[in-house]
């Protein structure tokens, strides 16, 4: 590529002037750039058909303009025959007189006969085409004559100049009388089998006329659906149109170096290819999904000032055999005629995965993509940017080894940080910033979006704003949390509990008893600081409200930790949390009195149960992952006898200190829990004020009485 790197790295990037906006030249351009674009990516046969349709159309309009003009000569030589002024009185027949057929051609019986009057009978046909009877008086009688073109054409030319020219006249027959129209219509009988190649030829120029007109519009309706369904699935976006640019990504510096080397390497390939670095310019963009991998690539398109194809993955699994080999094939073939361009595939993940699976078609596709991404490239394509995104997470999944090395370049997405969530929330609010009341407080809604994607935070602050607009307030602080809620847990409410007592006790109890868990472990880390516990418990609000989302008759709105990495005890600490809602329920209401409201609860522990035994080795003597020895392919994970009863054992044992816990928690529950259904739902805030007014209420009446207060 270095031969090609060198004749284009420094020449001008478009530097050809551009229609302006809205002008119909651009237009045009577009149209026909479109056009050109759908054209490449037809099969031969298509394509075929298409041309001999375009061919067709000229042929058939030509042929019928030919007719045409043919008759129209014709008609004006029946017009000319009386010097085109028929004399007075002379636009009726003569009824007195029988009607003849007449002997001969009408010239021979011109020349051999007294002339008293020559009448010619005309009827307009299409497009200018006249049907004519010429009715000749002589000796007494009408003599009626069909002349043929080429008598027609004779007699005209005679007419100039003989005798009987001046004793022409013209009558039309839409103006004869019922008797006269009578007596033609018996002439037609007559000279049915006679009538002259100018009429017959009449429904010829009308066929070929109808036949183009239906080509031209049938050809045209085609081209329109085709490529209006071409406009939603391929379609070339030009730099221009791209909205924004790189800087609008906020808190990705580090990945946006990494664009700013591919960057570099395209506009001084020449420079790198003396280094010998020419291959060609694949670009794996990974990560989850909402980091900006879209958003990306088109800055990029708009940095380089290229045109950049979006097109998904998902749509190359046609679920037949080569439906999407077929499709890249045709991006591919769209992207050789621009050249100079980028392909931006989206979701393709699918397409990273090792090849021998049982679907033929999904193998098919990626061998195609293997050989677009290939190194050996030819000129027409040597200056295309693949790049692939996808949600691809190596720790589960294994990528294919080929499809690895086609990329030049890897760019890893991540999770925004704290500081970036800061910024980006900030960045966001800036673009309504006099929608927005001054010297918010953005820790909350940072800490609580731990672990969001951009997009979740920009959906958050719209959120926020379509609130915002229907209460008819500034947003806030308040305003902005109650956005992440809606954005993070659901569309609450309360009409699913509203009237359901027992329920709602029940619901009560159990969120209590995650809460309380969780708050004893943070108040022996923190020392009894109860400024530090605020800042530090994950438990942001307590709700009663139904949450459809998950089928939840409550839930308790909390933020994600801040530590990647958790130890042996962090793991047993969420297990206590998560019994402690069932262990609640049977220290209120009996063993069977729990309900099946804790599914999702148990469910979550045996997942981090078998993360913690079959996956990590702990409680055991060696450290093995068990889990990794599955099947692949198979419906569940295969759970050895002595892996199940290590977890049954431990969960049995983290079950009975949370109930010890919350046993000892009890009166705090039932207050709390009276609250709780009064108000509906409590923040940290107001649950740890209650928690505080009661212990000190507890104190105080433990020091009326004389009872000693146990230490915490």
Known sequence: ?????????????????????GSLLLAIKKAASRLSDWFVIQTTAVKLLIIAFAMLIPITGIYSVVLLQKQAAVAEQVRLMGGGKPG????????????????????????????????????????????????????????????????????????????????????????????????????????????????????????????????????????????????KSLKFIEPANVQGSIGDLVGMDDIKSEVAQIKDQYQRRAEYAEYGINKPFNVMFSGPAGTGKTKLASYLAKELNLPILFHSAVNLETGYVGGGASTLNRILSMAKRRKRCIVFLDEAQDLFMKRGGHRKFDDDTQNMLLAVLDGVRTKSDAEIIWIVASNFNSESMQMDEAMLRRFQMKVDFRLPNKEERAAIIGHYLSQRAEKVLPDLDLRHIVEITEGRSPADLETIVNQAGISAVQAGEMIGTETLMQAAERVMVGNVNTNTTKERERDRRIIAIHEWGHFLVDFEQERKRCGGDWDRILGDMKTLKISLKANPRNNALGFVFHKQGANLLKTKGDIEHDVRVLLGGMANEELFFGEEGTTN?????????????????????????????????????????????????????????????????????????????GKLMEAGEMSLQEALAEIRNFEAACLSFNNRVGLVQQPV
């Open 597 to 673: 409201g804790a599914h999702n609860d148990i469910t979550r522990v045996t997942r981090l149960l078998h993360h913690a035994v079959g996956e990590m080795g702990m409680y055991r003597k060696t450290r093995l992952n068990f889990g990794a020895l599955a099947t692949e392919g198979g419906g569940g994970r295969n759970v050895d006898e002595e892996t199940r009863s290590i977890m049954e054992a431990q969960s049995e044992r983290l079950y009975g200190e949370t109930k010890q816990l919350l046993a000892r928690l009890k009166p705090l529950t039932e207050h709390l829990a």
């Open 1 to 21: 590529m270095s031969d090609l790197s060198a004749s284009t790295s420094n020449r001008p990037e478009f530097t050809k002037e551009e229609p302006p906006e």
């Open 88 to 231: 007075e009185g002379a636009w009726s027949l003569n009824e007195q007189l029988p009607v003849v057929f007449g002997a001969g051609s009408v010239l021979s019986f011109l020349e051999n006969n007294p002339i008293e009057r020559i009448t010619v009978i005309y009827k307009p046909l299409m497009w200018n085409v006249s049907d004519r009877f010429v009715l000749v008086e002589s000796g007494g009688r009408q003599h009626a004559f069909y002349p043929s073109d080429m008598e027609t054409k004779i007699f005209a030319d005679k007419a100039v100049h003989a005798g009987w020219g001046g004793k022409l006249s013209f009558v039309p027959r839409a103006e004869l009388s019922p008797s006269s129209i009578a007596m033609i219509e018996r002439l037609d009988q007559r000279f049915e089998g006679s009538r002259p190649q100018s009429e017959k030829d009449a429904w010829k120029a009308g066929v070929s006329g109808v036949l183009s007109a239906s080509l031209t519009l049938g050809l045209l309706g085609f081209l329109f659906f085709q490529l209006r369904g071409q406009h």
